[in-house]
Structure formats: structure tokens, C-alpha cells
């Protein structure tokens, strides 16, 4: 067991109080390893292998244990591609990599798979400018300039059939592939979070159509987080922030706390059966104060996930040395109200001027994990702050992923793995046919940090 600093036991006692009695013995055991790929790897497309850090999935029945040492397989996610500079059109993907944990924790590329749309067309990351038709059972597609389906990729779940799930930004949708990557079905979310301009859907993230919607999801602000609860049959997706109807217009950032988290039941045909209030954790650096939007959500069982949010603008290459706020927390949706169906209409508020609705009890939110705790991350060379160096870490923490530690007389631990998306900001890149540097002149290097946590009653192996 690994020393902890002052910072995570005051963590960690604040979760505890918080926590039911059954669930009380949540705890972080500390730091185990980190992994680093350098921002100008390519993977087999002959592209960067950047931003695969946006989402991340242990392949299932790939871990394993052989004394003290552990190996498996991560399908990770990355997003739209280069976009520091403007869309590209880069076709989503996944990106497959051998981990090891040995103790040293290291990453081994090993394939890509592209994804295409039903038709096995790929698809792209431009900004869409209009839509598909609703056709053989698909709602209407983002769809770009180009004429392909404009994916924003932020999460990844993989099922025990074989096949994979990714939400996204654009729609914002929920898309099911096979396993060789084509499209199968597309969950279109409620109408209150699809975006509308001037009364109708437009899936511009604000570069092909200036500007915010006047309802539904905020730009690049879709859904972050997707995850299946272990042996349940049932995904749940949430918001990366507030709806533009549940904001007060005259201070959006300050007031975009209370997201929506869905509920699917998706066995034969994916149904929305249950959808909750989350109130997104609020944070001070000392000069300001505002909401800490969410990058993943990890389920743990029916009604418990990790939820990892965080404060933007602090880190390598940022205008702040220093993030204030990168916590993994615990939502547990128990004894909270179930909204579905009340507020799903096109530009239906469940928090007018950004105030929840009374009556509308939101889902429990408690810290559990701090990426920022200087005291471990010291112990593999990395800080959070000054120098704002390569081992400052970067500003986005989006994916987590949970292994079991198969340790006899620990039966309730596990390693959680946590990944960063680098935005593919390098000066050796190549996307598209292009090569490309980015403005920032910095290379920024993925990284992946393991923890060791105790999560007894949790069966996610």
C-alpha cells in the first residue's frame, strides 16, 4: 500500500461522511505508475496518434495476472482530431494499445480501427453544416461539407457481444458499430438537448454556423460521458455541462451546473427508462469561482459511477501554470428524481436562469480521487503548476477505465487507469494527407496515470 499525502486522506474523509454506510469504505491507496506516448507518434493510418485520451475501454476478458505483474488491452477514443486551428477531416477511430503493469505502467500501440457510417463510408471530423435524412431506421445524421457524418467522439463502452458504443459531441448521439467499426444504430437524445437555431435542429458546433444555439446542447459541450453499468443491460450517458435553456444567459459559465444524465435500457431496441439531475461540482482558484464541467463518467453499478470533472485554462501550455480543480467524484443517482419524460421537449428548462427546478432532487455528488495532489504526482516526476513544463500536466483528463487488482486478501480493489487528450498538438504532425505544427509551437505528449482505489460491492471485472 502506497503512502498517502494530507490531501487525498482529507478527500477521502470528506467522501466517507458523505457516503451511505454500506458504500463507506471507498478509498484511494495512491499513485501506482504512468504512462507517456510522444505527441508525434503515428499510428497505422499513417496519422497522429493524438487525442486518444478523450475516451477509454478495458477489453473485455483481456486482463490478466501472473504474479505481481498485470497486462490486458485499452480501446481508447480520440475525438474530432487537430482542431486547435479549425476541423479536420479526420474519420473517427479507435485506438488499440497493449498495457502492462509490471509495476512500471506502459502503453505498446498496437492497431486502428476506423469507423465508417452504416454504408462503410468513413466518417469525418469537420464541423457539420447540415444533416442526413432520417432513413432505415437512422434519425438524421450530422453530416459535413464533404458529405460524411460528422463525428466529435468522447466516450467508448464495449459490450460483451462484441460490439461498440461511442457518444458524442455533435448530435449530440449515441452510436452502436460493430465490431469491424460499421454503424449500426444511432440513439437520438431527447429533443431538449438536440440543437436548435432559429427553430430548427443545427449541428454546428460554432464554426460552420457562428455562435451558440438558442437551445439544446452548448457547443463542443455534448455528451462527455457514456458508460454500461457491469452485467446490467443498461448505458448511461451525461452531459459535459448545462443546456443552453438551463443557463443564465447573462453568465453562462457560471451558471452551467445542472446537467442530465440518461438512462438506456439497450437490449433489443435502446429505450430511455430513467434520467436524472447532476449538479456539477463548484471550485475557486483563488481569483475566480466557477462550475467544474465533467470529462467522463465510469459506471460502477446501477445506481453509483466516477465522474471526473475538472476547471479549464491551467496546465502545460495554458495561461495558468495550475488547474484548481481535476477530481474524479461519486454520483449515486439513489433516492434522486427521475425527470424522464417531464422536461424532454424542445427547449424544456429543468433549471431556468441556471436554478434547478423545486421538487427536482439531484443525484448525490461526492470527491473521491484528486489528480491534482502534488504529493503523487512528485513521485513519478509529474506537477500540477510551475514550471510549465512538459511534466505540468496538460489542461484535459477525459477517460477512465477500471481493472481488477485480483489480490486475495484486497478483494475489493482495483487499478484505475485515467488518461489525458492532448488535442493532437504537436510540431511533427500529419493529418488528412497533411503534415501540420501546431500555433502553440509546444508538443504536448499523452499521458496515463493508474491508481490503485478500494471499491468493495463493486463487481466491474
Known amino acids: 500500500m502506497l503512502p498517502r499525502s494530507a490531501r487525498a486522506l482529507a478527500l477521502t474523509a470528506a467522501f466517507l461522511a458523505a457516503l451511505p454506510v454500506q458504500a463507506q469504505t471507498f478509498s484511494v491507496k495512491g499513485l501506482e505508475g504512468v504512462a507517456r506516448v510522444p505527441s508525434n507518434a503515428r499510428d497505422s493510418q499513417g496519422e497522429t496518434l493524438g487525442g486518444f485520451g478523450s475516451g477509454m475501454a478495458l477489453v473485455p476478458g483481456s486482463w490478466r495476472r501472473q504474479g505481481d505483474q498485470f497486462t490486458g488491452g485499452l480501446a481508447m477514443l480520440p475525438d474530432r482530431g487537430w482542431n486547435t486551428q479549425g476541423t479536420t477531416d479526420y474519420q473517427a477511430r479507435l485506438q488499440y494499445f497493449d498495457v502492462a503493469l ?7 500501440y498496437r492497431k486502428t480501427l476506423p469507423l465508417t457510417d452504416a454504408a462503410g463510408t468513413a466518417t469525418t471530423g469537420l464541423d457539420p453544416g447540415d444533416a442526413t435524412q432520417a432513413a432505415n431506421g437512422f434519425p ?35 452510436y452502436h458499430f460493430d465490431a469491424g467499426g460499421k454503424m449500426l444504430a444511432a440513439i437520438r437524445p431527447p429533443e431538449a438537448m438536440i440543437p436548435r437555431r432559429n427553430d430548427a435542429a443545427n449541428f454546428s458546433a460554432g464554426e460552420t454556423v457562428k455562435g451558440e444555439p438558442q437551445s439544446g446542447r452548448q457547443n463542443n459541450q455534448g455528451l462527455e460521458g457514456m458508460s454500461i453499468a457491469p452485467g446490467s443491460g443498461h448505458l448511461f450517458a451525461i452531459t459535459q455541462s ?20 440518461l438512462e438506456y435500457d439497450i437490449g433489443r431496441a435502446p429505450k430511455l427508462i430513467h434520467e436524472y439531475v447532476v449538479q456539477l461540482p463548484l471550485y475557486s482558484d483563488g481569483a475566480r469561482s466557477g ?56 427547449g424544456d428548462s429543468i433549471a431556468p436562469g441556471g436554478v434547478l427546478r423545486p421538487g427536482i432532487k439531484p443525484a448525490r455528488l461526492t470527491p473521491f480521487l484528486d489528480i491534482n495532489d502534488n504529493a503523487q504526482l512528485a513521485r513519478f516526476g509529474l ?17 477512465m477505465a477500471l481493472a481488477p487488482a ?56
Open 291 to 346: 462550475v467544474a464541467a465533467q470529462s467522463e463518467m465510469l459506471a460502477l453499478s446501477g445506481h453509483q459511477m466516477l465522474l471526473l470533472c475538472r476547471d479549464s485554462g491551467g496546465g502545460f501550455t495554458a495561461k495558468r501554470d495550475a488547474s484548481a480543480y481535476r477530481i474524479v467524484n461519486v454520483i449515486d443517482t439513489d433516492g434522486a428524481t427521475d425527470i424522464s419524460g417531464k422536461f424532454d421537449g424542445a
Open 383 to 399: 506537477h500540477n503548476g510551475a514550471p510549465n513544463d512538459a511534466n505540468d500536466l496538460y489542461e484535459k483528463w477525459e477517460s
Open 102 to 108: 509490471t509495476p512500471a505502467l506502459t502503453l505498446t
Open 140 to 174: 438524421p445524421l450530422p453530416r459535413a461539407v464533404n458529405g460524411h457524418v460528422s463525428m466529435d467522439s468522447e466516450a467508448v463502452a464495449l459490450a460483451a457481444d462484441g460490439t461498440i458504443w461511442v457518444s458524442e459531441e455533435y448530435g449530440p448521439y449515441i
Open 406 to 461: 485480483r489480490d486475495a486478501k484486497a478483494p475489493g480493489d482495483y487499478f484505475l487507469f485515467i488518461g489525458s487528450d492532448n488535442d493532437f498538438i504537436t510540431q511533427d504532425g500529419m493529418m488528412a494527407g497533411k503534415p501540420y505544427k501546431d500555433a502553440s509551437g509546444a508538443n504536448v505528449d499523452t499521458l496515463v496515470l493508474v491508481y490503485r482505489v478500494t471499491l468493495p460491492g463493486i463487481d466491474r471485472r
Open 242 to 261: 448545462a443546456l443552453v435553456q438551463d443557463l443564465d444567459a447573462a453568465d453562462p459559465r457560471a451558471s452551467r451546473r445542472n446537467v442530465r444524465l
